[in-house]
């Protein structure tokens, strides 16, 4: 059989086997078996498409990427919240590249990507799948735009992203593989799981881990081992946007608002709540405020550096020059995230909003 017909075969019989905790132990050994053979057609459409993605340069303080169906908006979007030039049809894959734009807002300069409209089957590398996922991988934010008359699409949006590694709206496992030479599999938790030691270790032997010490401070489940396991995720946070409601009626629109009730509803063409919109992104980009500090200097309080929360110090090195990673000796906070004023801080110290950071970088 090939990769398809094995992983249908493992999705078949994990749908007629009943969960209960006398099969848990198999329906995790089968989870992790389909994991590796979707990673395995993953690769193979990475592969047959000459492994090359569209390169869009990353640039501002955040960036987002417009993820939907073909013809739901997202140009006309763009194009409204950004002035920027992404060609605009009533026909499928209009946009055949990803259009850049930015989105100047209370003193944040916001990166707005539309991509070509994702489909059914995008993660394994239909319509050009592959490489708009890379395109959304890398983003800060996704914005989903729904047609108010397909509410259908958004599962098929998110079980796309999530089959090409991408995990929305949820945080990394705290979770701790480090693999040894011998010894076998030694685990250790900070709570009571859920998951047993042995299926534990059956999903590691899985991938081929035998010898390996496992820390583990979440009560995380056997799909989160998994994403732990394999290394290659990424976590992003989504909102939902819901567009033409300028042609829908009541009974419609009442649809809608109860199948994703934290949805903003607007009309891209006739400009209908697009300040909410600019809101509703800035608002859940997470933006905190860091000011540089020269060494024995005052800090420009005028002028702070936008980031996103979770920034470490190495994220403003290499945000300020590309050789300041390289080049850094230490660094010095003041604020929120300092235990003391002046706090040396190494790269991977994390800053929060009102720090002062001065950067020493060896000349």
Not at 219 to 244: A, F, H, Q, T
Request: aromatic share 6%; with cysteine; glycine share 8%.
């Amino acid at each position: 059989m090939g990769i398809q017909e094995d992983i249908q075969a493992v999705e078949d019989e994990i749908r007629k086997t009943s969960y209960n905790k006398a099969t848990s132990h198999h329906i995790g050994r089968l989870k992790a078996k389909l994991a590796r053979l979707r990673e395995e057609v993953v690769k193979k459409a990475s592969t047959k498409s000459g492994g090359e993605g569209y390169s869009v340069k990353k640039s501002g303080d955040a960036t987002v990427a417009l993820v939907g169906f073909p013809s739901v908006g997202k140009s006309t979007l763009l194009n409204k919240i950004t002035g920027a030039n992404s060609e605009v049809g009533a026909y499928e894959f209009t946009t055949l590249d990803v259009i850049p734009g930015v989105l100047d807002y209370k003193d944040a300069t916001i990166q707005v990507l539309d991509v070509p409209g994702l489909v059914r089957g995008a993660a394994s590398g239909r319509g050009r799948g592959r490489e708009v996922i890379a395109v959304v991988r890398n983003s800060n934010l996704v914005l989903f735009l729904l047609d108010v008359f397909q509410p259908e699409h958004y599962k098929v949006l998110i079980q796309e992203l999530y089959d090409a590694g991408i995990r929305l709206n949820t945080t990394r496992p705290d979770v701790v593989i480090k693999r040894k030479d011998r010894g076998g599999v030694t685990i250790s938790t900070t709570m009571e799981l859920e998951l047993t030691d042995d299926l534990i270790k059956a999903v590691l032997g899985e991938y081929k881990i035998h010898n390996a010490h496992v820390l583990i401070r979440d009560n995380i489940n056997v799909d989160e081992l998994i994403d732990v396991i394999m290394g290659n995720r990424v976590y992003v946070p989504s909102i939902v946007v819901v567009n033409k409601v300028d042609l829908a009626n009541e009974e419609i629109l009442n649809k809608m608002e109860e199948l994703f009730p934290d949805a903003t509803f607007i009309s891209a063409n006739e400009e209908k709540n697009l300040e909410a919109v600019k809101d509703l992104i800035y608002d859940s980009l997470d933006f905190i405020r860091v000011y540089l500090k020269p060494q024995g200097g005052l800090a420009d309080m005028d002028e702070p550096l936008i980031v996103t929360d979770g920034v470490t110090v190495g994220d403003i090195c290499e945000r300020l020059h590309r050789d300041f990673r390289d080049k850094f000796r230490y660094s010095q906070v003041w604020g929120p995230s300092a235990k003391h004023p002046g706090q040396r801080a190494g790269l991977d110290h994390y800053l929060e909003d009102g720090d002062l950071l001065t950067l020493i970088i060896q000349k």
